[in-house]
């Protein structure tokens, strides 16, 4: 009986394993094959590349010292590139095949002024400044997957002593907005009177600077154009040409063992983001405008840089980019409808890499209408509760600008204030910030000679009056002593409808960021409340030296009336039609002046001093 017991169970387990594997175990299995195959293909793939990227980087530097070694057997004379400044027989640029791929050679070849005997246009005047050549090389593949641009240099020099040269030299210098300099630059250079024509395509070294020496002399012949990826332009210009005769930049020129230096300012390009809206802020679609900078290209006639007309789309929106830093101006030229005013203030400062919000806030058209801007003549920001009276025999009419800035310059009064009301005191800090050294900045506190590494403070309460929309924070001086570091001055925006909770938010909406750049936009995220505070932040990078906060303001507006602005309507034109125009503001200087309307639209911004 027990051996049948054990013979059954015997073969059960037979049974069992005759099954075969069940789902599970099979998706396992499956999963893990597949994860080896993909972990040995990934190795195989990333080993592939390594070596065909090894193998790439020796082809190219073996082409790279084929056309070395080619430039080397050529005379000193011939060493240049062909139509270039030395002129020679190497092409700037030629396409060759290697190992079955096709790499690009850019050639780059520049006379050398050696200041070993003098320099030109320098004590001693090097009357021969070709003293030796620079040959560089760059090999590089766009078909080539993940492949650097290979560089590869070496000098040349003539066997011979060198003789005395009737060309001269010619030294581009880029700098930006704050005068600083722009390296890697590209610098195109044409020289047309010369057979064949000169042409250099090269960039600016670590000093914003290329030198073209040796170059052909000549009068207004050297046509130059300075650019870089995500910068402005700027160029110069043929004089004569009938849409510009007299360039503010005429084409460069070169006299015989002289230097002729020239330079361009060129930085970061910037946006301008347009909304048209109603005064009830619904967006008005298709709204017609000209954008006009104040740069010129060209004076008598006057030539500006930047001219253009632009239109609103079917949601009152308009980006326009690529903008240089400039002060913008703007005119509505729609056919239906009158500009009311602008937020922020025309004209539009804009500055390098920046994005700015810009509200125009139109109404329907009404004949012989005059818009008045109202702004402090110190800061240029524009006023709120100026009254502004337009008047002749038998019509007078009184307005109201909207209020348009809050600003904060003394912290002297000391800490304790939680409303705005004693312009001079703050409601907090933590002890290391300076507010009286001297009055109406402050700075880093000093103790023992060297100053605090980091300090915060935080502000009273700014009442806007009703809920607001915020757009810009501004605070003096722009730049800090480079030995602070960076960020040496960063704000933070609390704002809210009950005085209550503060949470202070950088320009992203978070409290992880802060507002370093003035004039920077306030995120929407503070809009529609009423009360704000700032909270600013000094740190230095040396304790000898600390960042300064002398003025700090914002501006804003209730709803969609325009700051410092106002419109008059339904005015009469005519000879004797003149209107007596009255601005005044508690503080203020009164202002008065006579105002013919002439257009069917026209402006008149009145600067008041306190």
Same mark, same amino acid.
């Given at each position: ?5 054990? @013979? ?16 599970? @175990?099979? *998706? ?10 993909? =972990? ?20 190219? $530097? ?5 056309? *070395? ?17 030395? =002129? ?25 002024? +050696? ?81 064949? &024509? ?16 040796? $170059? ?16 402005? @332009? ?66 008598? &006639? ?20 690529? *903008? ?14 009158? *500009? ?8 539009? =400062? ?32 524009? /006023? ?6 337009? !008047?002749?025999? #038998?019509?007078?009419?009184? /307005? ?14 000391? =800490? ?11 409601? +907090? ?24 590494? !980091? ?9 806007? #009056? ?15 002593? &480079? ?16 005085? $209550? ?33 700032? %909270?600013?932040?000094?740190?230095? $990078? ?53 105002? %013919? ?6 402006? %008149? ?6």
């Amino acid at each position: 009986m027990a051996l049948g017991f054990f @013979e059954k169970k015997e073969e059960r387990n037979k049974a069992k394993y005759s099954a075969g594997f069940s789902l599970m @175990e099979v *998706l396992v299995g499956v999963a893990v094959f597949v994860i080896l195959g993909l =972990a040995i293909y990934q190795t195989y793939s990333s080993l592939s590349n390594l070596m065909r990227q090894s193998r790439l980087k020796v082809t190219a $530097a073996a082409l790279a010292n084929e056309q *070395l070694e080619i430039i080397r057997n050529l005379s000193y004379a011939d060493v240049g590139i062909v139509s270039g400044v030395p =002129a020679g027989k190497i092409p700037r640029e030629q396409t060759l095949n290697r190992d079955g791929v096709d790499f690009l050679v850019t050639s780059t070849i520049r006379n050398i002024d +050696d200041s070993f005997d003098g320099t030109i246009g320098g004590s001693p005047n090097d009357l021969s400044p070709a003293d030796y050549k620079l040959v560089e090389i760059e090999i590089s593949c766009a078909s080539c997957r993940n492949f650097q641009s290979l560089f590869f240099n070496t000098h040349v020099a003539p066997l011979a002593l060198e003789t005395a040269s009737e060309n001269g030299a010619l030294f581009v210098r880029v700098f930006d907005a704050n005068g600083q300099p722009v390296q890697g630059a590209s610098v195109h250079i044409r020289n047309n009177d010369q057979e064949p &024509p000169i042409v250099i395509d090269d960039t600016t070294n670590n000093e914003g600077m290329l030198q073209v020496v040796d $170059a052909p002399p000549g009068v207004e012949v050297y046509e130059i154009r300075v650019s870089k990826t995500g910068y402005s @332009e700027e160029r110069t210009y043929e004089p004569d040409e009938p849409e510009n005769p007299n360039p503010v930049k005429p084409h460069a020129t070169v006299a015989a063992q002289q230097l002729t230096q020239i330079s361009f300012s060129i930085d970061k390009t910037s946006v301008l983001d347009f909304s048209s809206v109603s005064v009830a802020c619904a967006p008005v679609a298709g709204i017609d405008f000209s954008l006009l900078g104040t740069k010129l290209i060209g004076e008598d &006639p006057d030539v500006l840089k930047y001219s253009s007309s632009q239109s609103t789309d079917g949601s009152g929106r308009r980006t326009i980019s690529g *903008l240089e830093w400039d002060n913008y101006n703007l005119y509505l030229t729609d056919a239906a409808y009158d *500009l009311i005013g602008v937020i922020p203030t025309l004209p539009l =400062a804009l500055i390098p890499d920046s994005e700015q919000d810009v509200k125009l806030v139109v109404a329907a058209k009404d004949p012989k209408s005059l818009m008045v801007t109202v702004k402090d003549s110190s800061t240029r920001l524009p /006023l709120s509760n100026a009254s502004v009276t337009l !008047s002749k025999s #038998g019509h007078s009419d009184t /307005l109201t600008t909207g209020r348009g800035f809050l600003r904060q310059s003394d912290w002297s009064g000391g =800490a304790g204030q939680a409303d705005f009301i004693n312009e001079t005191k703050y409601f +907090d800090s933590d002890g290391n910030i300076e507010i009286n050294d001297p009055a109406g900045q402050i700075k880093l506190k000093k103790i023992f000679d060297e100053y605090e590494l !980091s300090g915060n403070l935080t502000s009273s309460t700014f009442d806007t #009056g009703s809920a607001s929309d915020f757009h810009q924070v501004f605070w003096q001086p722009l730049a800090q002593d &480079p030995g602070t570091g960076e960020d040496a001055v960063r704000f933070q925006i609390a704002t809210n409808n009950d005085k $209550a909770v503060w949470v202070f938010r950088g320009p992203d909406g978070t409290s992880g960021t802060f507002y370093d750049l003035s004039n920077n936009n306030i995120n929407a995220i503070h809009n529609g409340d009423r009360y704000l505070r700032y %909270k600013t932040y000094l740190q230095t $990078a040396s304790s000898t030296l600390t960042p300064i906060v002398a003025d700090f303001s914002f501006t804003f507006t209730s709803d969609c009336v325009p700051p410092g602005q106002v419109l008059f309507s339904g005015l009469s034109s005519g000879k004797s039609d003149k209107y007596n125009l009255t601005v005044s503001k508690d503080g203020y200087h009164t202002f008065k002046d006579k105002v %013919k309307i002439v257009d069917a639209w026209q402006q %008149k911004e009145v600067i008041l001093s306190p």
